[in-house]
């Protein structure tokens, strides 16, 4: 059992940027997807980006809102995932959650996650 715990939410202006990272109870080795997806109220979950690892190669994902100004990467001392978001849109306001699989995965699919985190608030104000 893994657990997630992302941290880094807040409330920020169009334009600012915020750093959110999503620490994990034990370490993954191997083969494995984190993914962060978002959900706004009234809207489905979303996929934002997603890092495959297999041994020593990554592939890196991103939905199409988000290409180019937020990036996923890991923090090895950490131990965790984070989302570097920059030029922050009102539009980017949502809970943001982690999701973690022991294996690779279609990123955009959430119910092939087999954790998730509580979730972390972004609030992007015009």
């Known amino acids: 059992q893994v657990q997630l715990v992302e941290s880094g939410g807040g409330l920020v202006q169009a334009g600012d940027s915020l750093r959110l990272s999503c620490a994990a109870s034990?370490?993954?080795?191997?083969?494995?997807?984190r993914g962060w997806f978002r959900q706004a109220p009234g809207n489905e979950r979303e996929f934002v980006a997603a890092?495959?690892?297999?041994?020593?190669?990554?592939?890196?994902y991103y939905a199409d809102a988000v290409k180019g100004r937020f990036t996923i990467s890991r923090n090895n001392a950490k131990n965790t995932v984070d989302l570097q978001m920059n030029k922050l849109k009102p539009e980017d306001t949502a809970v943001y959650y982690c999701?973690?699989?022991?294996?690779?995965?279609?990123?955009?699919?959430?119910?092939?996650?087999?954790?998730w985190g509580q979730g972390t608030q972004v609030t992007v104000s015009s």
């Open positions: 999701a973690a699989a022991q294996r690779r995965v279609a990123v955009q699919t959430t119910t092939n996650y087999d954790y």
């Open positions: 034990a370490r993954t080795y191997g083969t494995y997807t």
């Open positions: 890092r495959i690892v297999r041994g020593s190669a990554e592939e890196l």
